[in-house]
Structure formats: structure tokens, C-alpha cells
């Protein structure tokens, strides 16, 4: 089944041919496709997207910061839809996101899909702007691509759920891309990438903002990309916003990691397991 738009010929030439684009995008690299898929794939795929608040096994977010839907791994995905997921996560992928990007260290997907696949925004919700965790939760991998998917058919301005990218000193949104049916987003993903959807969603309430995420890392990645140690997401103010955002509270496990070497508590964990 070929699951591109027809007319993509080549995908590893592509990511050749547009490497500069996404390397020179403005404030961070990344890249905007539309009509990507193959259509009627891409139907399928719409057609089988559940509704994520009525299922069981799903991550309900619903504080100040973000208020969306996500599913855990492959649970939901119809035949086609994973059929469709592991392609995106195969090697003539990879290979595309490997050219496209000028990423030295060899990309590996995730099968596990933590923190990605379906993802569902109802009206009202929103995700604020933030940089995402920076270390796969199993493998401990360095996450370095985001890939994302919409499925919005029809979808006016109006409604918004515009993903934004932000500069690294959060004065500005250089970068609103509609989540429109077959809109690709590509960017690389540091502890300075900066982007959201940062206010509510305005779309009808029988409508909700659906999309697709897939995340890609390294072993290893450039120091200058990172803060000094592995995070969870990281909420930012946007400037002159009042109360933007609302900081999580620091936990005696953050403390831990801020003053104790990685080298102890390495050494602590192997212990307790010996115990």
C-alpha cells in the first residue's frame, strides 16, 4: 500500500531537497507539508479515530496548563491506522527524517508510543506553550524529531487549535500553522523549542481538534540542545500574559536529582535492587 501522496516520488530526495528549508525555518527548524498522505489512506485513518473521551484507557489532562486527550499506545488504532502508524515509523521514514533534518546520530522510532499517537482536543481545550520531556520514559533515548499528523477536515480559522512556535525568549509566536486534514508538521525538539496550542479551542462542540504524534530520538545528541539533566514537559509564560501558565509543583524527587550526581544514584538503584 503506498501511503504517500502519490506524487512524492522519491521520500529520501525530499528530505534532501528540503533539508536547508527546515534547517533556515525561523525560530527553530522545522517544516510544513500539506497533502502529504495519500487521501484516501488518511480517510480511513479519520473515519476509525475514536472519540478519546469516552474511552477507558486513555491520559485525560484537564488543569490550567493543558486540557486535551491522548491514548496509550496502539490500543485504539484500527488495522489501517497501525498499518499506517508503523509505516511512519519504517525505514524509508526514518531515512526521510534523517536527510530533512542533517541529524548526525542514527533516529530510531518509538513502538511504544509514550506520549504520542492519538491525540484529541475538545472545545475549550488547549495545550500551553512548552518544550517537551527530553527522554524517552523506557529506553532513556534522547528525543530529537516530532512528527505531526491533522486530521481536520474543513476546519475554518475561526475555530483555532493553531500550533504555534515560539522564540527561545518567548516575546513572540514566529509560526501558526492551521491543523487543517493532511497538514504534516516537522520539527526538531530541544530544550529551547518552544510551541503549543496555547488558547482555548473555539471550533463547534460537535468538532474536536484530532491529530497523530510521532517522536523520534537518538543515543545521543548535541550538548548545546539540552539543559543539564532529563525533564518532563516545561511550561513557559508567553510575554506580557498574566498567570499564562501555573508551575507545577517541585517535587522532593526533583530536589534529588538537582543535588545528587547521576552517578549515585545509579549506584542507589542498584542497591535496591539487590535488596
Known amino acids: ?3 504517500l501522496n502519490p506524487e512524492i516520488k522519491d521520500l529520501k530526495q525530499l528530505g534532501i531537497d528540503k533539508r536547508e528549508e527546515y534547517l533556515d525555518a525561523s525560530p527553530f527548524p522545522s517544516i510544513v507539508f500539506d497533502n502529504f498522505f ?6 480511513q485513518v479519520l473515519s ?3 472519540d478519546l473521551s469516552q474511552k477507558k484507557e486513555v491520559i485525560s489532562y484537564d488543569n490550567h496548563n493543558e486540557k ?4 496509550k499506545g496502539e490500543k485504539y488504532f484500527s488495522d489501517i491506522t497501525k498499518a499506517f502508524t508503523h509505516y511512519l515509523n519504517s525505514q524509508p521514514v526514518l531515512e526521510f527524517l534523517q536527510e530533512l533534518t542533517g541529524i548526525k546520530e542514527t533516529l530510531l522510532p518509538d513502538p511504544y508510543f509514550v506520549g504520542g499517537g492519538y491525540h484529541e482536543i475538545k472545545p475549550g481545550g488547549l495545550l500551553k506553550v512548552h518544550a517537551d520531556f527530553n527522554k524517552h520514559d523506557f529506553t532513556k533515548l534522547d528525543r530529537r524529531i516530532n512528527l505531526l499528523v491533522y486530521l481536520n477536515k474543513d476546519w475554518e480559522e475561526s475555530y483555532g487549535g493553531h500550533f504555534e512556535l515560539w522564540d527561545k525568549n518567548m516575546t513572540k509566536s514566529c509560526k501558526k500553522v492551521l491543523p487543517v486534514f493532511n497538514r504534516v508538521a516537522i520539527f526538531s525538539t530541544t530544550d529551547f523549542s518552544y510551541h503549543g496550542h496555547p488558547d482555548p479551542l473555539t471550533c463547534p462542540p460537535d468538532r474536536s481538534r484530532k491529530s497523530l504524534a510521532f517522536y523520534y530520538y537518538s543515543n545521543g545528541r ?7 539533566r532529563s525533564h518532563g514537559t516545561v511550561f513557559v509564560n508567553r510575554a506580557k500574559i498574566k498567570d499564562d501558565i501555573v508551575k507545577e509543583p517541585i517535587t522532593f524527587r526533583d530536589v534529588v536529582l538537582d543535588i545528587v550526581p547521576p552517578i549515585l544514584i545509579k549506584a542507589a538503584k542498584k542497591v535496591m535492587k539487590r535488596g
Do not use: Q, R
Open 222 to 228: 548535541p550538548k548545546s540542545e539540552i539543559s543539564d
Open 68 to 71: 486535551k486527550f491522548e491514548a
Open 38 to 43: 495519500n487521501e484516501e489512506v488518511l480517510n
Open 1 to 3: 500500500m503506498n501511503y
Open 48 to 50: 476509525d479515530f475514536p
